[in-house]
């Protein structure tokens, strides 16, 4: 599914594409290429920036969970490519 959305960084309008549910994902801005969180909401979808998403609406908690599902056989070989300090 499309959604219409505003950068929170750059408020330029760009369309994601989601895969349904209600699960977050981060977004990479086409504008100004920073990342945020679009989390699918009951009527729409919610953007963050990443410092003002829930917890676990962060990437690093998405990437975590998922790396922790799959028994730490994720990504070798490229480290801190998606590292990015606060
Ligand atoms: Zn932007």
């Known amino acids: 599914m499309t959604h219409?959305?505003?950068?929170?960084?750059?408020?330029k309008n760009q369309a994601v594409v989601h895969q349904g549910g209600y699960?977050?994902?981060s977004v990479?801005?086409?504008s100004?290429?920073?990342?945020?969180v679009l989390a699918p909401e009951r009527y729409g979808v919610a953007v963050?920036?990443?410092?003002?998403?829930?917890?676990c609406?962060?990437?690093?908690?998405?990437?975590a969970e998922r790396a922790g599902s799959e028994n730490?056989?994720?990504?070798?070989?490229?480290?801190?490519?998606e590292a990015q300090p606060v």
Do not use: N, S, V, W
């Not at 219409?4 to 408020?11: K, Q, T, V």
């Not at 963050?48 to 917890?55: F, G, K, L, Q, S």
């Not at 609406?57 to 990437?63: A, E, H, I, N, V």
């Open 72 to 81: 730490g056989e994720e990504q070798r070989g490229a480290p801190g490519r």
């Open 23 to 25: 699960e977050p994902i």
């Open 4 to 11: 219409m959305i505003l950068c929170p960084y750059c408020h």
């Open 48 to 55: 963050y920036r990443i410092e003002d998403a829930p917890p």
């Open 32 to 36: 100004c290429g920073k990342r945020f």
């Open 28 to 30: 990479g801005c086409e």
């Open 57 to 63: 609406f962060t990437p690093d908690c998405l990437g």
